[in-house]
């Protein structure tokens, strides 16, 4: 079967998207890159050593290009929202970075657009793509443990972000914990009820100061009395932490990190092995790939998005009960929302 | 230097009872094993076999006898808090099985008389002295993770006990969790403000006709703003899963359950190691030779006792509020009770 | 069914007979410890402690009792054979600490005694009985890996012996290398035909002056084609190293080393967990048990012993094998000695 | 400082030159791909990706290269000394795959116009460069573990290769065992004095009717009383195994193979983790990219190359050394050679 090749632009050359452009350009097949938007030199010299025939610093190019079928958002966050509705009233298939927007409003909006133009959503939960995160999925809907009883996920990043991120970043739980709201979403296959969560400014003052916590516990409760709990911390001395435990009737799937090597050193003290890893880019380098090879599968083979703005909207509402519980020191329903 | 003898006598050979009486017997020093109750035959033979002089069928022969310094309480629970009185009463150190009693009343009013009388009661939270635990408990109290933020503790048993024992049980928090809420006092070395609990009956129907459940989750809060999470199921297909983890400012300790060997099989679908222990007794094996020679030591230089009745009475309340949070659907602050 | 009580008496109530004495008189069951022989106050004592009716320092007691059936053999090892000899001629079932003896000619004549007397005799290598590596057996007998290629032993000690012990061990391939020699034997099920072995003198001059060697690598070759590398070494940095692989045709076995805990510390540096065990008494408790346990229900169920004289005599042959390779630096083939 | 950039040629765009040209045009600075030459229209299509300026089917193109520095020569083995004896006359660097031939005599003809021609030849043993051995080698090398005393690799391949690769392949001493003489040369930093092979033909009687064998063991004597174990099998159930240990006076350093996942399935009957990768081209995905990398920054630097000819000349030596040994049934001498 020859399947259509999906023609994509890019609108955003940081970090991320320089990740996508290179797996599209050189390891996906059955796209081709045909235009990337970034208004910086740097960026668009990156795009330079991959033969992209547009390189421009205007989103409307991309936006409106007539042979473009797909546009991958990757700006920054406060874009985000006006790019996907720009891009869903041209017709064109989206793939957003997570958030589409720090409000929950905007967000609404915004995907009243994407629903009523037609257009096909995918946003960027990448950690759903992870290979290991992946595979437990897999086994737990193949029912290898059985019945879910309770899930743990821990997630602790290296070393704190700038304070002009934090500010901007909407607070540790829209931030961070978001990706494990949807996690757990995503593993449970059900809905939260119930959010209980504890906050805390115990890392670093400078973050309390801009009015955001740095450590984060929380407690969901879904409908199926799957109780989730989540820890999250912004400073994690021994490297990045991304861990989670199913446990269920007939048994229990959890993930390890990866370490630097799986060298082991004996001496007098004990065994030693490596640190962890110790950035979100080399940790899940594989999930980037996966998303995005999965959204052009998605879109070749006429399947619906796998990840949609509704699971982006439904992880904020769990946030925002968690910065609710915190504030007012109790449990907080969905219901209350 | 020599230590004095401390001579014991030991009411209840039940299994803990038979555990006592072999380490106090054959592999603890400065001890001497005076006098064992038990009503039936079998113990006594048992006792038989380790040379003890008095074997009686009479808690007072041991309660009153001038030669015995210290009485071991192993008898059922509900005698427990009887013996302790009588033997305060006595004169006599007292080592006592948990919990003194299931009535938070009747645990006062036992500390109460332990108190007046001056003597001495050690109270059997025996997984303090678990070699994995303690060794986390002194690199805690080391400094090595620096300031504690979170700590997970997870309880699974391998399977439920009878009906009948769940219905003297006093329930999930009081049988089981009753440990953890230990453990966490332990570790974080201060005092619960907060309690978070939900408690499911999920595993057998006939431990919900019973008025208990057999999962619970709990979220503790510390006045120092540490928070436990503690994971409780009477069901794990895997074996007995005893673990626990503690996160701070400078690293991470945790433990991992003992499996039955250390061999791996490795072949074409993965690698393979063994199953988890199955019993509490073999995963604390040595925390019962460790408490009992705790207890003996401390009797020998004059130390305080290491566990005391308020450690009990301070885990029962926490029971108690957990036990109040599922109930009422909120969380409760411990100045409640 | 009831089977018949064995009545054993002990010879030597040093670190192995103490450990005998122990599980013989607490663990084992449907047996009954008539008398111990030792020399020494210290031992007598010990023995005071399990109720052993005859306590003597005449070996000849032991050996010459009309109540016993089975003797334990756990003196200095230059009076195994002779012991071993007499208590045939008595009409005993023996149970022995390997070697029999260091000269190939008194092996054979006692061994040549034992069977004219037509009585039971086991050799004690506790290792077969090692839980870890009698696991390994057992998949290897249920075909879990196929056909066996290659195995590999490790063995080092956390720290020489006195050099007085050295002096009358007869050397680092009798008296460390004949349990891997064994090992080999009784994982492949098959009989050695070549040896070739490298020995140096490393670790301490010392030794080398006692005309020893600290380090040794051996390579058999079975009639089978299974080849087997053994390495050896009197002093290990990280503890005592106890290890095995077992590589087949459909998989591989491996053992690892059990260490003090299952503790886990992360920091900065990377994961840290604890020292393997320290002492063979420790790492191999359970073997010694289960060897005794073995003993005791072969001869209640008229079986044939599971380790012989015969399985002494063949790993001294390769052990000499391995000696000669050394010496002449070059492969041996049994069939010259 | 600026570097020089090195304009580069290649030779071959099978599975390794395909990882050479990405490599060199997507991750590598201070490096351009000028030439790529191919027969295939593939290859040809595949270096098209990477904007490559000239893309030829003449080897000659690249060689006589005026703006060409230095070239990859990564064609069929049989073509490798022409290529480099050429490259070398033409004045260009070189980095060349494994073996430079199968016979003795032409590498070392090879060998004398490299050096007579002055050119940088650096020779693709590409496990020294691999993240977990290479961080072996560097503890090694920083005196973590003291002395050397023993060291163990073991390779074994997941499937043996077609019959047509075995005949041409030199045997599995110089095809496969061949890296981990290099290694165990690389490791010890010293030269070997002896050889003790042994080599079945256990897995596919095809292997041995080509005139291979598919399981070897050898024993490595070096100089410094250093002794090396190598075992390899073409045929592993379990997935490729690439391990080593290394045992020295103060400590040991043993490295692990990574898994497909760092998942856990615990169930009734044990804890299970994922199957080792599958392929050589996963396992040393970085290899590739370090050895490349190292190549370029040494040109950049006028620095020596780090692996050399003599290396590749000296492992095949021992290769030779371990086939006599088969054959003649003793220990060879590197003397005899």
Redesign the interface.
Known sequence: MLLKKIRVGIIGLGRIGKIHL?NL??KIEGVEVIGVMNPSKEGQLFAN???VPLITDQANDIIHHPNIDAVIVCSPTNSHSDYVIKAALAGKAIFCEKPLDLSLTKVKETLEVVKTSRVSLMLAFNQRLD??FH??KQ?VEAG????L??I?IIS?DPEPPPISYIKSSGGLFYDMTIHDFDMARYLVNAEVTEV?A?G?N??DPKIGKAGDID?G?V?L?FEN?V?V?I?N?R?????Y?QRLEV?G????????????????????????????LNSFIDRYTASYFNEMKLFIESLQNDLPMPITGEDGLKAMLIAEAANLSVEK???ISLNEL
Chains 1, 2, 3, 4 share one sequence.
């Open positions: 290179e350009s050189t050593r991959f033969n290979p290991h595979e437990v086994k290898v443990i059985g019945r009883y309770t743990h602790r209980f504890k805390y115990l890392i450590t516990v407690m409760t009395k109780t709990i820890e911390s400073k994690c001395a021994y490297g932490d446990f009737s007939d048994g229990m799937l959890k993930t390890e990190n990866p370490q630097k090597t799986m060298n082991y050193y004996l001496n007098a003290q004990g065994v030693h092995t490596s640190r962890y020191q109790r449990s």
